[in-house]
């Protein structure tokens, strides 16, 4: 099995149209059906059903897709540790980041790291928070950021940084003769939301303050992005709710933040590594995140793999 052959087979099993994943991949359909073939019979396995209306995935194709994903991944960070090295980079930390962390904390943390080890490289990669922990454990990822602490076994996450929740306003809105807002008074509004499978972590949080209200929500929309979010309600779709430091950031006119009455709520960002005791460079990044509760995590990792 080689490379070509799983990358012609993800083109397929993503368009689920072989004409179309051979158009993507710039070569003739007759030849791409060929290499799924040949790469079939070299597994010793179906992975595709196709009839006259469909292309579908068999189990086996879905579990090779994972599989076939994961290395393409590993072969890119190979391709980008030996340009780091060819770079003059002594050394790099992966760095997966989800739930949209705050850019003034990430741009703070990533200055201090330049300035102290400008020899490491930062590699950055957004993602899910599943994909974050499913990359943390396939050893795609060093370390991570993302408002879930909900990791399971073989990880530990520790409170990093903390931002106010505050409700995005369109400018004019009734709302704003409120310097603080009640949260019933929110909830008589629809809402502009973010996506569950997108902002996990987030949306855990979110939903433990809408649960307290106790009323049924009026939904305008999920989004994927805290732009779109802001878009929508700077054009009156409904109000969204995100932390004060993301808000200020994008510095829309026509959206206000208004904190919430009565409610400090508060969302947390958590650093996340595996339980293992971390190399020295990773050990002093981490240092960076929380550099008054790092010890913690650290004493928290080795302890934990010692037991094990």
């Not at 799983?6 to 359909?29: N, T």
């Not at 997108?198 to 979110?206: A, D, T």
């Not at 460079?281 to 928290?300: H, K, M, N, T, Y």
Request: hydrophobic residues 45%; proline residues 5%; aromatic residues 6%.
């Amino acid at each position: 099995m080689e490379l070509r052959h799983l990358r012609c087979f993800i083109a397929v099993a993503e368009e689920l149209h072989f004409a179309r994943a051979a158009a993507r991949l710039h070569i003739e359909q007759s030849p791409l059906s060929r290499i799924i073939k040949e790469l079939e019979y070299r597994l010793g396995v179906q992975l595709f059903v196709r009839t006259t209306r469909q292309t579908r995935l068999t189990w086996a194709g879905k579990v090779l897709l994972d599989e076939a994903r994961r290395v393409f991944a590993v072969v890119d960070q190979a391709k980008a540790s030996v340009k780091s090295a060819a770079a003059g980079y002594r050394g790099r930390i992966r760095l997966a980041l989800a739930d949209g962390i705050p850019q003034v904390q990430l741009a703070a943390l990533l200055a201090q790291s330049r300035e102290e080890e400008p020899e490491v490289e930062i590699s950055l990669s957004e993602v899910t928070f599943s994909e974050l922990i499913k990359g943390l454990d396939d050893d795609l990822f060093d370390i991570g950021l993302a408002q879930s602490a909900e990791v399971g076994d073989g990880f530990v996450a520790e409170p990093a940084w903390f931002d106010p929740l505050v409700v995005a306003v369109p400018a004019r809105h009734p709302l704003l003769s409120h310097r603080q807002v009640p949260l019933c008074e929110v909830l008589r509004y629809p809402l502009v939301l973010c996506d569950p499978q997108v902002c996990e972590g987030f949306w855990q949080q979110l939903q433990q303050v809408l649960d307290g209200a106790n009323t049924k929500l009026t939904v305008a929309d999920r989004v994927p992005t805290l732009d779109l979010m802001m878009a929508l309600v700077a054009a009156g779709y409904g109000l969204g709710f995100s932390n004060l430091a993301k808000i200020t950031g994008i510095n829309n006119p026509d959206v206000v933040a208004r904190p919430l009455a009565g409610c400090q709520a508060m969302l947390t960002t958590y650093v996340i590594c595996r339980k293992e005791e971390p190399t020295e460079q990773l050990a002093r990044f981490i240092r960076r995140v929380i550099p008054d509760g790092s010890e913690g995590l650290l004493e928290e990792s080795a302890s934990q793999m010692e037991s094990a």
